[in-house]
């Protein structure tokens, strides 16, 4: 199922159609969780990886997110992956990468290969359990915005900001030692889990 598009039974809240959607995040590489309210209590259906959001309101570790379509719902806003609202600035010193074409290319061919994996699915010459298999381990993201892009390196596990052919590092995730845990709750507190997982420094932001 795609969690961008879930059904009205599991999704935690509609809001007005997004018509002037920009996202400030995207979802971490293994998906995250979703609830209803910033309690933990009401587990609804979980974002796919990369999935673009705009992050409404910020209470403590949780946040409401938005989806394209309209539908929102809360997560633990540790783990979401900032998308920057402006190109980097040049105080921040970010390592030179190398050409973004090479990664463009990447992300065709991946595009490519799913693209392929469902026309086989829908034209009825591969079933599910192959088109999961054909497709485990694909993994892409990027936001196009103008003349600037952030894309997600899967193969470096990184996002890189780009402006033309020059790239740079912009993301990078780092372990946690809050990893884990619920947000906003100690070890123990209460029996719903919070999703958990190594968050995302923004290169610049220390």
């Not at 598009?5 to 400030?24: C, E, K, L, N």
């Not at 946040?63 to 900032?82: E, I, T």
Request: aromatic share 6%; charged share 20%; proline share 9%.
């Amino acid at each position: 199922m795609n969690a961008a598009y879930p059904p009205q039974s599991v999704i935690a809240a509609a809001v007005g159609p997004a018509a002037d959607f920009r996202p400030t995040h995207v979802v971490p590489g293994d998906g995250m969780p979703t609830w209803a309210a910033p309690d933990g209590l009401v587990a609804t259906e979980p974002l796919d990886a990369l999935l673009p959001v705009r992050l409404l309101e910020r209470r403590g570790d949780w946040g409401q997110v938005l989806c394209l379509n309209g539908w929102s719902a809360w997560v633990d806003a540790r783990l979401l992956v900032p998308v920057p609202q402006g190109p980097p600035s040049t105080g921040q010193q970010l390592a030179r990468t190398a050409d973004a074409r090479a990664l463009l290319t990447r992300v065709e061919e991946t595009v490519g290969r799913y693209r392929r994996a469902v026309e086989e699915l829908a034209a009825g010459r591969m079933d599910g359990e192959t088109f999961r298999r054909t497709t485990q381990g694909l993994r892409i993201g990027a936001v196009v915005d103008g003349e600037a892009m952030w894309v997600y390196d899967a193969e470096h596990d990184r996002w890189c900001y780009c402006d033309g052919t020059a790239m740079t590092t912009f993301a990078v995730p780092e372990s946690a030692s809050e990893a884990g845990s619920e947000p906003g709750t100690g070890a123990g507190a209460g029996e719903a889990d919070g999703p958990g997982g190594p968050p995302t420094t923004v290169l610049g932001d220390r």
